[in-house]
């Protein structure tokens, strides 16, 4: 019996780290990558946000019969199983930390992917997301802020 502090992750459970609630994952076909821990050196070079990087997932679904709707919402589900937030509809978005894990992103994103339709995955530095121009309701909105980093030392 998994307890309301624990998370499933693939085919085994973890105590969760968020405060409250049971945090389940949607599919079993994404586990985790293991992390490396010996002989793993991360880079001295500082955040930049010509480093940062985020990923967009822009998609369009067939949604004729009661099987393709489906898969359109598992595969919905996915996304934000993979850490995706939903801009629109059919557009998603996460944030990472450079290349080599935008493509890890891509990977798992491939993974997930159901029969039909098209799948577009773009990547942008974060500079490039600072210069995004908005409008909503035919006025610009003001633009987007970078989500705060800290630097931990």
Known sequence: ??????????WETRPCA???????ARTKRYRPLPR?????????????GYRLMWVLVMFDLPVDTQEAVK????????LLDLGFERCQ????????????QA???TRRVQAVLPNG????VLYFTD?????IVRFENKKRREKLTNPEQFQLF
């Open 1 to 10: 019996m998994i307890g309301p502090r624990a998370c499933l992750l693939g």
């Open 18 to 24: 968020r405060p409250h609630g049971v945090v389940m």
């Open 36 to 48: 490396k821990t010996e002989g793993h050196k991360s880079p001295n070079q500082p955040l930049s």
């Open 71 to 78: 898969a359109a919402n598992d595969f919905r589900h996915d």
């Open 89 to 100: 509809y059919s557009v998603y978005l996460r944030f990472v930390e450079g290349r080599d």
């Open 103 to 105: 493509d890890t992103t």
């Open 117 to 120: 339709g098209k799948v577009y």
């Open 127 to 131: 500079k490039q997301y600072a210069g």
